[in-house]
């Protein structure tokens, strides 16, 4: 495929409707490896408006009286089989550089009236050159909130120009928030959907009606987008005036705010930034955000951060929750909202049109509902635990047949490395249960296996713990977060320890006869370790966060 791209941007390379295209270009390119692209930056042309004179259609046929760069443009629309037409919207239009190279097509017609199949007006005139099979694709931004009856001018434009309905377009309003590092994640997102309409394209000159949807999709409420627009000018609302460019960037971040994640606390957040001396509160309530002087409410979350760390954050190029471990900015009072941040400030949950169902093609509710619980795990467990010691024989058949129906009774999440290792494990322990005296063998053999999974978790990417409360913070970006994995391998290795300890006193209470001693002191201990784990995975986080 032979694809010129005409970048009608007076911006050039640094046009953010560029950013789109170049994703779509990438997306031909992963399925026709051998497409050949030329780029035409019409704002590095010198491209005179026509003057009318149609001398290319009876002086000099099919050449026009002025020498510049269009004609380039001419020989690349005969070499192409596909234009792709890349442009921002100007006052509801293209901008004046594509509008003259536009109007300066005219040497590529031939000056008769004509009817045309499918044409748009009253009247046409016929190509100098065969056309046929050339396809176009528009892709455009602008700065309003939605593309949606902003482009009808374009529109009637490329219906006369190229024929109504013979042409692809991917309109997208907020295109100016591809300029800004700090939204990265979430323009990201929609670029990655306009690499998938590139794939598509590449494999059936289409794009697809659910690849199309997806790219109707807001990247922001409009209240939020709207917002983030007006405090990006940097200028105080009342006065007029230009005002601090750190209380701007603080305004942006609070226009992000998600207020479908209030949960009845009102939270007010106060950022000082340390090196520059500056400070403000976002009051982050049940209908929006507010931006504060420092001092003017009781802060519940107090972050204090140099004004390049916080900067780096929230442009990507550095993760907040490593950044914060390594001690480069310290948070004092609830670090509620630090754990769910992106709850409370993430593109994803602020993106606007995305399905709030959460349903898989099978009707199955998509993620939470395939999430593992660690219940499962410990069925098998706790069963054989107290099973066994009831009933001996009759217990290790019990126990068999609940490791045989857990996995049937997950059916539907996923299955831990950890599960099926216990199912197994405990499945064998149920065995050597029933043999002939090897009851309390089994029963110590399960508590010292119980302990050394946990142990040697530790020693893994994701710690047993990790992988099951991991659903609560982002999953798998969780593993990425230095202090949530320093927390699980603490409160893995006590676990361990602790049934390893377990193990020991049982051997000899088990000795000495005290079976209901031991089993008192097992419960009591596990009672405690839980109590513990449930203060530690709050006060840890928040101890490191304070610089502690």
Request: charged content about 25%.
């Amino acid at each position: 495929m032979k694809i010129l791209l005409i970048n009608g941007s007076p911006k050039g390379d640094r046009s953010n409707t560029l950013k789109l295209s170049k994703a779509f270009l990438e997306g031909i390119l992963e399925i026709d490896k051998d497409a050949e692209i030329r780029q035409m930056n019409l704002s590095e042309k010198k491209i005179a408006p026509c003057r009318g004179c149609f001398a290319c259609w009876n002086k000099t046929p099919g050449k026009c009286v002025m020498t510049d760069d269009m004609q380039e443009g001419i020989e690349g629309e005969l070499w192409a089989d596909l234009m792709i037409w890349s442009f921002p919207l100007y006052y509801f239009s293209v901008p004046g550089l594509l509008k003259n190279f536009i109007d300066r097509q005219l040497p590529m017609n031939l000056p008769f009236m004509e009817e045309q199949e499918g044409q748009t007006g009253s009247g046409g005139h016929p190509s100098r050159y065969d056309m046929s099979g050339k396809r176009h694709l528009l892709i455009s931004t602008c700065g309003f909130y939605t593309a949606k009856n902003n482009y009808d001018s374009v529109t009637k434009l490329f219906d006369h120009v190229c024929g109504a309905g013979q042409y692809e377009s991917i309109f997208c309003g907020q295109g100016e928030l591809f300029r800004v590092p700090e939204l990265k994640a979430r323009t990201d997102e929609y670029l990655e959907c306009v690499r998938q309409a590139g794939r598509e394209y590449a494999q059936k000159q289409a794009i697809s009606e659910d690849a199309k949807e997806k790219l109707r999709e807001l990247l922001y409420p409009r209240d939020v987008f709207e917002k983030m627009a007006d405090a990006s000018w940097g200028v105080e609302k009342k006065s007029g005036e230009k005002e601090d460019p750190v209380l701007t960037f603080t305004r942006q971040m609070a226009a992000l705010y998600n207020k479908d994640s209030f949960d009845q606390k009102e939270r007010v957040l106060e950022i000082r930034y340390t090196d520059l001396g500056k400070a403000w509160q976002i009051v982050l309530g049940k209908d929006g955000s507010t931006v504060l002087d420092a001092g003017s409410r009781e802060a519940t979350t107090v972050i204090e951060t140099p004004w390049d760390v916080w900067q780096s954050i929230a442009r990507g190029e550095i993760r907040g929750d490593a950044a914060l471990a390594k001690g480069m900015y310290r948070v004092t009072g609830d670090f509620s909202l630090m754990i769910h941040w992106d709850d409370f400030f993430g593109a994803a949950n602020a993106a606007a049109g995305k399905e709030k169902s959460g349903k898989n093609s099978d009707g199955r509710t998509a993620e939470k509902e395939k999430q593992p619980q660690m219940i499962f795990m410990l069925a098998a467990w706790i069963t054989f635990w107290v099973a066994v010691p009831v009933g001996e024989n009759v217990g290790a058949v019990v126990t068999l047949a609940i490791c045989a129906c857990l996995p049937l009774a997950a059916w539907n999440r996923k299955l831990t490395v950890y599960d099926r290792l216990s199912f197994g494990i405990v499945a064998l322990l149920s065995v050597l249960a029933l043999q002939k005296g090897c009851v309390n063998i089994a029963l110590l053999a399960g508590y010292l296996g119980f302990g050394l999974m946990w142990l040697l978790s530790c020693l893994t990417k994701e710690p047993l713990c990790a992988a099951y409360v991991k659903y609560n913070y982002h999953g798998d970006d969780a593993l990425e977060n230095p202090i949530f994995m320093k927390a699980n391998r603490i409160l893995a290795a006590g676990w361990g320890i602790l049934y390893i300890l377990i193990a020991i006193w049982s051997a000899f209470l088990l000795s000495a006869g005290h079976t209901t001693l031991m089993q008192i002191l097992n419960n009591m201990a596990t009672v405690l370790m839980g109590i513990f784990t449930g203060w530690f995975e709050k006060w840890y986080p928040q101890r490191v966060a304070a610089g502690k």
